[in-house]
């Protein structure tokens, strides 16, 4: 058991953010299990949760495709969208050019 009549205040600090984080995730765990199970369930009848819920479309597509991708390690892509990854920066900064990364 925490004793907190000894904690100092930066420990009872850290203490009510590990709380705090501990129980955002709680909920948005709970949240997404939720979700789940609604969208399982309309699969289950032949929907859509946008079927069912008249909810439009996003506009949004799918996933970009991946434009560039590090030479040294496959795993770690870029779309080209958004700010530049170290790796992308490091590149450029050793003389590459970004045609050089494109996949």
Excluded: C
Excluded at 8 to 15: A, T, V
Excluded at 18 to 29: K, L, N, P, Q, W
Excluded at 64 to 84: E, F, H, L, S, V
């Amino acid at each position: 058991m925490l004793d907190l009549n000894n904690m100092s205040l930066k420990e009872l600090l850290e203490l009510r953010n590990r709380v705090d984080r501990s129980i955002a995730g709680f909920e948005e765990r709970r949240r997404r299990e939720a979700m789940a199970a609604i969208e399982e369930a309309a699969r289950e009848h032949g929907f859509s949760l946008n079927e069912l819920t008249g909810a439009k479309q996003s506009r949004r597509g799918g996933k970009i495709a991946p434009k560039y991708m590090n030479p040294d390690d496959g795993t770690q892509t870029w779309t080209g969208r958004g700010r530049r990854p170290h790796w992308i920066q490091a590149a450029l900064n050793s003389g590459k050019t970004l045609s050089d990364l494109e996949i």
